[in-house]
């Protein structure tokens, strides 16, 4: 991953992006019924992206283990948010723990609560993985991600378990996820030019500097951690209001998979990067599916075996980083080309 | 209790095969390989689809299919990112593996493909007026031939010198005359082969094969390679075994809250990784030469 | 025809060039010091010549082939060998499997125990500690080690990256009283020092880099002429 990242403001840089994922979300997400679910999706995806472009970029560790706190986020608002009397019916023969069923929030606090909760959860894990280096990150990330499933997967007193919970209230509403992620751009984007981003950066390379600029690793580590995993928390939350449900097989392996991928081929050092990623992955990911169908794609029509979408996708992933680690957008973030002036 | 011990002993032997495989690849490379539990899912394919044959062919056709894919990886993707940062080849090998799965699936179907393996390896037989199951023993003493073996290869073959002086330092043993790709072929190769065995001890016992099939068992083995020690091969073997035993006796030990196994034992590697970064065999807080 | 011509060598690391001109040449059994202020570029050099880096341009003829970008495992095979800066031996594994370990540099796999017993002979430390680990030998002793582990190969050409670091006056002199009887077996060697009047004195000729270039050429005479030496070093009027 190249070393980009920006360091100065600059409106373009900021703005660039929020007014490009404005158009799309009014182009794309209005032309047809279908269209509009992808981008509500997309807008989700795109803010777990920003999640880890946050850590990741900037730190330079890989965390396998963010989708922990999706699906922690997501529980956590589907479960305030759902119909009392569907928690009722559906899980508590089940064995739902009584105190969980009857709470029931508005759906902005209940996000909001998610976020925090993520935080927190975050926080405690990551008191303990920010020490680690390297491998031991990754693997440990990935153990988080595993203790999660495996607990929400088999535990009935606190969810639905292996089940899907039905009736998570719906946001129907682009302009309203479209809100949740500017905000969500507009933080990363000021953690990222910050003396966070910045120190993590300037220490990724060698550790060993740090302490001797009298900082802290482990200390930005953590705080860029922590907010990664309230975004990414938030990330679940809205996910569960477009799905209308919450699944813990949602936010397993597949989910890590295609958002790591979108930030690896969008370019973990940028904003720009996370969100050119989102767009391509989602873009090519439909087309592909179309193909699979044999529907035409923009009047063309071209099959493709059942299952080879999947392969591709991969590919793509792959072959990004072995073409260009650093992304479609090679670590830059959104800049108007300049013309005329070489 | 015979038994328990027995499965602890056997699911120790099985992982620490699995982490070795990973550990020969990870000690000339630096390169934790996702991929290797496509490698072993492919041998079980293999293993399952070719029951029509003698055994022995079977395993021998399901070794060389195995070494294959593993050479195949090697040349066409990880050769490419020698050198390149860490990060990279550990998100470039969750990579592969996803592909891999995914092709899978494309070749096989997402539906379980059976077929009994070797059904003279099933069942209990009587001891001492104990009941005890074949497999159990049979996977001790698969474990125990091979990871001998392996022992002589690497302690006592000129092969096995250039494998530990090239994880000790590449840069030097290249100095030396050490030829680097076809050290590190040799290692994919040799991790295929114990992917294979690692395949058939799994599948006498779940012959069940989906896409997936080796990717539980890879990433318990990379949380034993983690535990035991990146550093050496001898701490790769270990810590897979200790991951198997732990697992077992777990499974044994908690009864209905068995299904939490794997949180404990990962919350058991998150300790062991806070008191000892490097893993057990390491000297309390290295710098890791990741 | 030189055994090995280095001609305008430009090396470094990333876009920094360490080396932005060297050349110099190496008859069969003769030897030549190079020497040059820390940082120069000294061990860069070597590191391009042995392969362990690639050179950004220039030529580098060895026994009549060019050997510049290659593999050092390929170049090892063609008879140039270099001990590395710090020695590097392998400290886990014993003193037999770092000289084992030698051997696989050899073009001629045949006659692998008669090299081991030469190397045995010149270096006794090796049969004494035999199999404990290289590790645990001081720092004159695993000098020794590193020196016969790129000799068993049986090179044409020794490189060696300041085999005096780290080590005291009585072993420095062992060590190099040693390299005297390699010279005089007929391998070619080059030596890179950073203290000048070690290798001065002893080289056929030395060059002096400084700046990444050639700066002077010094002979054994001007290794008692210490103000020339002290010139040539640090530069004129600086």
Same mark, same amino acid.
Request: aromatic share 8%; with cysteine.
């Given at each position: 991953?190249?070393?980009?990242?920006?360091?100065?403001?600059?409106?373009?840089?900021?703005?660039?992006?929020?007014?490009?994922?404005?158009?799309?979300?009014?182009?794309?997400?209005?032309?047809?019924?279908?269209?509009?679910?992808?981008?509500?999706?997309?807008?989700?995806?795109?803010?777990?992206?920003?999640?880890?472009?946050?850590?990741?970029?900037?730190?330079?560790?890989?965390?396998?283990?963010?989708?922990?706190?999706?699906?922690?986020?997501?529980?956590?608002?589907?479960?305030?948010?759902?119909?009392?009397?569907?928690?009722?019916?559906?899980?508590?023969?089940?064995?739902?723990?009584?105190?969980?069923?009857?709470?029931?929030?508005?759906?902005?606090?209940?996000?909001?609560?998610?976020?925090?909760?993520?935080?927190?959860?975050?926080?405690?894990?990551?008191? +303990?993985?920010? @020490? %680690?280096?390297?491998?031991?990150?990754?693997? /440990?990330?990935?153990? $988080?991600? *595993?203790?999660? &499933?495996?607990?929400?997967?088999?535990?009935?007193?606190?969810?639905?378990?292996?089940?899907?919970?039905?009736?998570?209230?719906?946001?129907?509403?682009?302009?309203?996820?479209?809100?949740?992620?500017?905000?969500?751009?507009?933080?990363?984007?000021?953690?990222?030019?910050?003396?966070?981003?910045?120190?993590?950066?300037?220490?990724?390379?060698?550790?060993?500097?740090?302490?001797?600029?009298?900082?802290?690793? +482990?200390?930005? @580590? %953590?705080?860029?951690?922590?907010?990664?995993? /309230?975004?990414?928390? $938030?990330? *679940?939350?809205? &996910?569960?209001?477009?799905?209308?449900?919450?699944?813990?097989?949602?936010?397993?392996?597949?989910?890590?998979?295609?958002?790591?991928?979108?930030?690896?081929?969008?370019?973990?050092?940028?904003?720009?990067?996370?969100?050119?990623?989102?767009?391509?992955?989602?873009?090519?990911?439909?087309?592909?599916?179309?193909?699979?169908?044999?529907?035409?794609?923009?009047?063309?029509?071209?099959?493709?075996?059942?299952?080879?979408?999947?392969?591709?996708?991969?590919?793509?992933?792959?072959?990004?980083?072995?073409?260009?680690?650093?992304?479609?957008?090679?670590?830059?973030?959104?800049?108007?080309?300049?013309?005329?002036?070489? | 209790?015979?038994?328990?011990?027995?499965?602890?002993?056997?699911?120790?032997?099985?992982?620490?095969?699995?982490?070795?495989?990973?550990?020969?690849?990870?000690?000339?490379?630096?390169?934790?390989?996702?991929?290797?539990?496509?490698?072993?899912?492919?041998?079980?394919?293999?293993?399952?689809?070719?029951?029509?044959?003698?055994?022995?062919?079977?395993?021998?056709?399901?070794?060389?299919?195995?070494?294959?894919?593993?050479?195949?990886?090697?040349?066409?993707?990880?050769?490419?990112?020698?050198?390149?940062?860490?990060?990279?080849?550990?998100?470039?090998?969750?990579?592969?593996?996803?592909?891999?799965?995914?092709?899978?699936?494309?070749?096989?179907?997402?539906?379980?493909?059976?077929?009994?393996?070797?059904?003279?390896?099933?069942?209990?037989?009587?001891?001492?007026?104990?009941?005890?199951?074949?497999?159990?023993?049979?996977?001790?003493?698969?474990?125990?031939?091979?990871?001998?073996?392996?022992?002589?290869?690497?302690?006592?073959?000129?092969?096995?010198?250039?494998?530990?002086?090239?994880?000790?330092?590449?840069?030097?043993?290249?100095?030396?005359?050490?030829?680097?790709?076809?050290?590190?072929?040799?290692?994919?190769?040799?991790?295929?082969?114990?992917?294979?065995?690692?395949?058939?001890?799994?599948?006498?016992?779940?012959?069940?094969?989906?896409?997936?099939?080796?990717?539980?068992?890879?990433?318990?083995?990379?949380?034993?390679?983690?535990?035991?020690?990146?550093?050496?091969?001898?701490?790769?073997?270990?810590?897979?075994?200790?991951?198997?035993?732990?697992?077992?006796?777990?499974?044994?030990?908690?009864?209905?809250?068995?299904?939490?196994?794997?949180?404990?034992?990962?919350?058991?590697?998150?300790?062991?990784?806070?008191?000892?970064?490097?893993?057990?065999?390491?000297?309390?807080?290295?710098?890791?030469?990741? | 025809?030189?055994?090995?011509?280095?001609?305008?060598?430009?090396?470094?690391?990333?876009?920094?060039?360490?080396?932005?001109?060297?050349?110099?040449?190496?008859?069969?059994?003769?030897?030549?010091?190079?020497?040059?202020?820390?940082?120069?570029?000294?061990?860069?050099?070597?590191?391009?010549?042995?392969?362990?880096?690639?050179?950004?341009?220039?030529?580098?003829?060895?026994?009549?082939?060019?050997?510049?970008?290659?593999?050092?495992?390929?170049?090892?095979?063609?008879?140039?060998?270099?001990?590395?800066?710090?020695?590097?031996?392998?400290?886990?594994?014993?003193?037999?499997?770092?000289?084992?370990?030698?051997?696989?540099?050899?073009?001629?796999?045949?006659?692998?125990?008669?090299?081991?017993?030469?190397?045995?002979?010149?270096?006794?430390?090796?049969?004494?500690?035999?199999?404990?680990?290289?590790?645990?030998?001081?720092?004159?002793?695993?000098?020794?080690?590193?020196?016969?582990?790129?000799?068993?190969?049986?090179?044409?050409?020794?490189?060696?990256?300041?085999?005096?670091?780290?080590?005291?006056?009585?072993?420095?002199?062992?060590?190099?009283?040693?390299?005297?009887?390699?010279?005089?077996?007929?391998?070619?060697?080059?030596?890179?020092?950073?203290?000048?009047?070690?290798?001065?004195?002893?080289?056929?000729?030395?060059?002096?880099?400084?700046?990444?270039?050639?700066?002077?050429?010094?002979?054994?005479?001007?290794?008692?002429?210490?103000?020339?030496?002290?010139?040539?070093?640090?530069?004129?009027?600086?």
């Amino acid at each position: 991953m190249k070393h980009g990242g920006v360091t100065k403001f600059s409106i373009q840089n900021l703005l660039g992006p929020i007014i490009v994922l404005v158009l799309l979300t009014h182009f794309v997400g209005s032309a047809s019924t279908s269209l509009q679910l992808i981008t509500q999706f997309a807008l989700c995806l795109f803010v777990m992206v920003l999640a880890l472009q946050v850590f990741v970029g900037n730190s330079g560790v890989l965390s396998f283990g963010h989708g922990a706190f999706a699906l922690i986020g997501s529980y956590i608002s589907a479960m305030l948010t759902a119909p009392v009397n569907i928690k009722d019916n559906a899980l508590s023969m089940n064995q739902l723990w009584q105190p969980l069923v009857s709470p029931q929030v508005n759906i902005y606090v209940a996000l909001l609560i998610s976020a925090a909760v993520s935080a927190l959860i975050a926080a405690v894990t990551g008191v +303990f993985l920010m @020490r %680690l280096n390297g491998l031991a990150a990754g693997i /440990a990330t990935f153990a $988080l991600l *595993g203790v999660a &499933y495996n607990v929400f997967f088999n535990n009935k007193k606190i969810g639905p378990g292996s089940q899907a919970l039905p009736g998570v209230p719906l946001i129907e509403n682009n302009w309203i996820l479209l809100l949740l992620a500017v905000i969500s751009l507009v933080l990363v984007y000021f953690i990222n030019i910050s003396k966070i981003g910045r120190t993590l950066r300037a220490t990724r390379e060698d550790p060993m500097a740090a302490p001797a600029l009298g900082i802290s690793i +482990f200390k930005v @580590r %953590l705080i860029s951690f922590i907010i990664s995993g /309230a975004i990414a928390g $938030l990330a *679940g939350g809205m &996910y569960s209001h477009v799905a209308g449900t919450f699944q813990v097989q949602d936010y397993y392996l597949e989910f890590t998979f295609i958002t790591l991928s979108m930030l690896i081929v969008g370019g973990s050092a940028s904003i720009w990067g996370a969100l050119v990623g989102t767009f391509i992955i989602t873009a090519v990911g439909q087309v592909l599916l179309m193909m699979e169908q044999d529907l035409p794609v923009f009047g063309i029509q071209v099959q493709i075996p059942l299952g080879s979408r999947a392969v591709i996708i991969a590919l793509t992933f792959v072959g990004m980083l072995l073409w260009r680690s650093s992304g479609v957008t090679n670590g830059k973030e959104f800049r108007i080309p300049k013309i005329g002036r070489k | 209790m015979v038994q328990s011990i027995l499965d602890a002993i056997s699911l120790g032997g099985l992982y620490s095969l699995a982490a070795l495989g990973l550990g020969l690849v990870f000690g000339v490379m630096r390169l934790v390989n996702f991929a290797h539990a496509e490698l072993i899912t492919i041998a079980a394919y293999t293993l399952v689809l070719t029951t029509q044959f003698p055994l022995a062919i079977s395993l021998l056709f399901t070794i060389i299919v195995t070494v294959f894919v593993a050479l195949l990886m090697e040349i066409s993707i990880y050769r490419r990112l020698r050198g390149v940062n860490p990060a990279i080849m550990l998100i470039a090998s969750f990579g592969l593996s996803t592909v891999l799965q995914r092709v899978y699936e494309l070749m096989f179907g997402a539906l379980p493909r059976s077929a009994v393996v070797a059904p003279f390896l099933r069942g209990d037989f009587k001891i001492a007026g104990l009941s005890i199951t074949i497999s159990s023993i049979i996977t001790i003493v698969l474990t125990i031939v091979i990871l001998l073996a392996m022992g002589y290869l690497v302690e006592r073959t000129s092969l096995g010198l250039q494998l530990r002086a090239a994880s000790a330092d590449f840069k030097t043993a290249r100095l030396l005359g050490v030829r680097s790709n076809r050290l590190i072929s040799a290692a994919f190769g040799l991790s295929g082969v114990l992917a294979a065995c690692v395949a058939l001890i799994l599948v006498i016992q779940n012959p069940q094969i989906s896409p997936y099939y080796g990717l539980n068992i890879t990433i318990l083995s990379l949380v034993g390679i983690v535990i035991g020690g990146i550093a050496s091969l001898r701490g790769a073997a270990l810590g897979g075994f200790i991951v198997g035993v732990v697992l077992s006796s777990l499974n044994t030990l908690l009864g209905n809250g068995r299904v939490y196994a794997y949180s404990w034992l990962f919350l058991l590697v998150l300790v062991i990784l806070l008191v000892r970064p490097g893993g057990l065999l390491s000297k309390g807080s290295e710098l890791e030469r990741v | 025809m030189a055994l090995l011509e280095v001609t305008n060598l430009v090396a470094g690391y990333g876009k920094v060039e360490v080396i932005s001109d060297v050349s110099f040449s190496l008859e069969p059994g003769k030897s030549i010091g190079i020497v040059g202020p820390n940082g120069v570029g000294k061990s860069t050099l070597l590191q391009a010549i042995a392969g362990g880096i690639a050179p950004k341009s220039g030529s580098i003829i060895f026994d009549g082939k060019s050997i510049a970008g290659k593999k050092p495992e390929d170049i090892v095979r063609l008879g140039l060998s270099l001990v590395p800066e710090g020695r590097q031996i392998f400290s886990g594994l014993s003193v037999k499997e770092n000289l084992a370990l030698g051997l696989t540099g050899r073009r001629n796999k045949k006659g692998a125990t008669e090299a081991i017993l030469k190397m045995r002979e010149l270096f006794p430390v090796l049969s004494t500690h035999e199999n404990h680990q290289a590790g645990m030998l001081s720092g004159g002793q695993q000098q020794q080690l590193a020196i016969a582990r790129a000799l068993i190969s049986e090179p044409k050409v020794l490189l060696l990256d300041e085999p005096s670091l780290g080590l005291a006056p009585t072993v420095i002199t062992d060590v190099f009283e040693r390299l005297k009887e390699i010279i005089g077996m007929g391998t070619a060697v080059v030596i890179v020092e950073q203290r000048a009047n070690l290798v001065t004195s002893f080289a056929e000729k030395t060059i002096v880099i400084r700046d990444g270039k050639v700066q002077a050429t010094l002979t054994p005479a001007d290794a008692a002429n210490s103000e020339s030496l002290q010139r040539s070093y640090f530069g004129a009027g600086e």
